[in-house]
């Protein structure tokens, strides 16, 4: 007998994340996602034994450029986090779990946290504000008893954005990266070197970028000097900068070792000693962890049942890193790099909803600039041979999909649906020209994709385009909106606070992204034709098939009214409109129950579309 459909509930129910994993002196620690409050708590293991570090009360998290990353540092046993309530820094001592106030500084948020053990201080990026609105950064040090602060780098008002803080052994070099606005840190960046006096304050500053465009990102100390990754040569590889600031290449290989940096704290290598690095390679968009010698010669493949890595450590001679799979739900590991063996010291949970995941079968096509574009399909384990077809569009747009579980994957082909991820051009993971392709291209190549995509596997008689859906998220939601004003090839669409008026985003959407519209689609004062022509609300009488909305009413990213300025349109031209509102969520819906009225108001959707045509 086939199995019963996944209920919404059911889906989503402990779908755990986890992310951010430090190991100090054997403790290992991680954030982990409370499903059922939205809350992002700490977690640490030591010698088998998992403990949650923080109360429920207590959400950990950065929102520096509204997207966070470097939460928490470790000094001792005492764990210093951003509270995600007011963006200050706290004090956890992780043996009395009391905990202090760090800092208090008003109108300001802070994140990518790094300790320095040698001075008793803390380094974090501080972004100042003014009327809640980002107006500057700075790059601070801040001393754990009087909170005395030091300015390291950056300014309170200025275009310059920091980024990935790295410390030395000994606490006397520190690297950072730095891009301009309206640049995005995978557009183009500079890599910083200081030399810090006995106190930590700069002592002297050295620009060891490269003469070409480039984004770099993680910088790290080693022994023998600075490193990070950059893509001057096509793709994000690992080099070794050394004193005269020369750039010496660490792969032979043509694959991205690292995606998109979103957050400040992305972490895809790491020095293991003993001539090894353990790395992330991205092939075809399909992340692989791998340990190679300092030539970048492959010596072993590691834990190849996962297939997307974060926070990548070495400590200890092993490997620690958090690893997604199709059929668990996030996984700490530990890894012996000479071995292979693993060891699951967290999670790795098998849900229902895990056991409903469908393979993943990648596929590929050509686009019609004929680059190569690759995605997922997902098909139902029962039903038709061609089934109906949900086509997801992934956020960003400079992001991607990976084939790893998903509660919405699983409850869509629970219900006789297949699924499709596309990494439309522009998507991290295949190097630095297919994902520059999309500049000045939004709008326009990635609907495109989409839109060729269930072309593609209709001929391949893997689901029927006839009976096909379109659904995203942020960007993604754009491409849906844009999908539905250029072709009648969905029945329906879901969009999941999406932008529907780029040039009013233009000005209210949060610093960090307030110059990269114009990237996307062009200087407005030079290309307002084509921002006109890519601007679903400007053509929204174009649009026949029906559109279902959710918003989250505190998203300062993509602000509420793209959402009810969009929907108010489509009435008055006659579409069917649905419009879900969340009055406790930003941008992105962390509660569960919240994500389970998405799946069954979407599935109730576009299951009415079906039934208007008598279908199944």
Request: aromatic share 10%; proline share 5%; charged share 20%.
């Amino acid at each position: 007998m086939p199995a019963e459909p996944l209920s919404a509930r059911a889906a989503v129910a402990a779908y755990a994340q986890r992310d951010n994993l430090r190991v100090v002196d054997n403790v290992v620690y991680w954030l982990e996602s409370d499903p059922a409050s939205g809350q992002t708590r700490l977690m640490s293991w030591c010698e088998g034994d998992v403990r949650q570090l923080t109360q429920t009360v207590l959400n950990v998290r950065s929102q520096v450029n509204g997207y966070g990353g470097g939460a928490f540092c470790v000094l001792g046993q005492t764990v210093y986090l951003v509270n995600g309530g007011d963006q200050q820094i706290l004090a956890l001592d992780t043996q009395s779990g009391i905990v202090r106030p760090l800092t208090d500084v008003a109108a300001a948020r802070h994140g990518g946290l790094v300790a320095d053990p040698v001075r008793g201080r803390v380094l974090a990026v501080r972004e100042h504000l003014d009327d809640g609105y980002g107006v500057g950064q700075t790059l601070v040090s801040i001393d754990l008893h009087s909170g005395d602060t030091l300015t390291l780098a950056g300014s309170e008002r200025g275009p310059d954005n920091l980024g990935c803080p790295a410390l030395s052994a000994d606490g006397m070099a520190l690297a950072w990266v730095e891009w301009r606005l309206p640049a995005m840190p995978w557009e183009q960046t500079r890599l910083r070197r200081a030399v810090l006096d006995a106190e930590g304050a700069v002592l002297a500053t050295e620009d060891c970028s490269i003469a070409v465009p480039a984004a770099i990102q993680q910088p790290g100390f080693v022994d023998d000097g600075l490193y990070a990754l950059s893509d001057h040569g096509g793709w994000w590889q690992p080099y070794r900068v050394d004193d005269f600031g020369r750039w010496i290449s660490l792969s032979l290989d043509n694959l991205d070792c690292a995606n998109a940096p979103w957050q400040l704290d992305e972490r895809h290598y790491a020095w293991l000693g003993n001539n090894r690095w353990v790395r992330v390679c991205f092939e075809q968009g399909l992340p692989g962890l791998i340990v190679v010698d300092e030539q970048g010669r492959m010596v072993r493949r590691l834990a190849e049942h996962y297939t997307d890595f974060r926070a990548v450590q070495g400590a200890g001679g092993y490997v620690y890193v958090i690893a997604r799979s199709v059929d668990t739900l996030d996984s700490v590991l530990r890894i012996d790099p000479e071995s292979g063996a693993l060891e699951t010291l967290a999670g790795g949970e098998q849900t229902p909803a895990c056991r409903a995941m469908a393979p993943p079968e990648p596929f590929s096509f050509r686009a019609r600039d004929d680059q190569s574009v690759f995605g997922f399909l997902y098909r139902p384990a029962a039903g038709p041979q061609r089934p109906p077809v949900v086509m997801r569009v992934h956020g960003g747009p400079t992001s991607a999909a990976y084939p790893v579980f998903d509660p919405q994957v699983a409850f869509w082909t629970s219900h006789g649906f297949a699924v499709a991820d596309v990494n439309y051009r522009g998507s991290s993971g295949y190097g630095r020209a297919f994902r520059m392709s999309l500049q000045g291209q939004w709008g326009k190549a990635d609907y495109e994709d989409i839109c060729d995509a269930v072309t593609h596997l209709d001929r391949q008689r893997a689901v029927d385009g006839h009976r096909a859906f379109v659904m995203g998220r942020s960007a993604g939601g754009f491409t849906v909106l844009n999908a539905l004003v250029q072709t009648d090839l969905f029945r329906a669409g879901a969009s999941l606070f999406g932008v529907s008026d780029p040039e009013s985003l233009r000005h209210v959407t949060h610093r960090f992204e307030s110059g990269y519209l114009d990237w996307l689609l062009g200087d407005p004062r030079e290309s307002l034709t084509i921002w006109q022509q890519r601007t679903p609300l400007f053509w929204a009488d174009r649009i026949r098939s029906p559109v279902i909305f959710f918003q989250g009413e505190q998203d300062t990213v993509v602000v509420p009214e793209q959402t009810e300025t969009m929907a108010h349109v489509l009435r008055r031209c006659g579409v069917p409109v649905e419009v879900v509102r969340f009055a406790d969520e930003g941008h992105g819906f962390r509660r569960a129950e919240n994500q389970a009225v998405v799946l069954e108001r979407t599935l109730a959707f576009f299951r009415e579309r079906l039934a208007a045509a008598n279908e199944p």
